[in-house]
Structures are given as structure tokens and as C-alpha cells.
């Protein structure tokens, strides 16, 4: 080996917890990256579906539901008397 080979050796050596822990750091910076890109790319797609949704349901008019409770209240004035 030349010397400039084993001197790089040696600060590799020397340097390797430095270097080690800066190769941690850019793994988890680029997991978290991902994470929020994958999260924005669902919240988008859901707010989306969200809008094509409600488009489409707009002019529906909510359905109006009515009972007749007569034959009820007659059962409770005859279980009152």
C-alpha cells in the first residue's frame, strides 16, 4: 500500500464515530422525508376524494322523515287513566 492509502486508513480510523453517527442522521433525516411525503400524498388524495364527494352530493336534499306517533300517545293517556 501506498502511504497516502494508509494515512486515509488511519483518519478513517480515527474519524469513524464521527462518520458513523453522520450516516445515522441522513438515514433518519431521509425516513422522516419519506414519512412525510407519503403523508401529504394521502392527505391530498384524501381531500380530494373528499371534494369529488361532496361535488356530487351537493344539490341531494336531505331526506325529510316524518312518523305518525298518534296510536303512541293514545297508549299512554290509556295507561295513565
Request: aromatic share 8%; with cysteine; net charge neutral.
Amino acid at each position: 500500500m501506498s502511504q497516502a492509502k494508509v494515512d486515509h486508513n488511519k483518519e478513517l480510523k480515527k474519524n469513524r464515530k464521527k462518520i458513523v453517527q453522520k450516516q445515522k442522521r441522513s438515514k433518519i433525516y431521509a425516513r422522516l422525508c419519506g414519512v412525510v411525503v407519503v403523508l401529504a400524498i394521502i392527505g391530498w388524495i384524501g381531500y380530494s376524494a373528499y371534494g369529488v364527494y361532496e361535488e356530487a352530493h351537493a344539490d341531494d336534499p336531505l331526506p325529510v322523515l316524518s312518523a305518525d306517533t298518534t296510536a303512541v300517545d293514545e297508549y299512554l293517556s290509556d295507561l295513565e287513566e
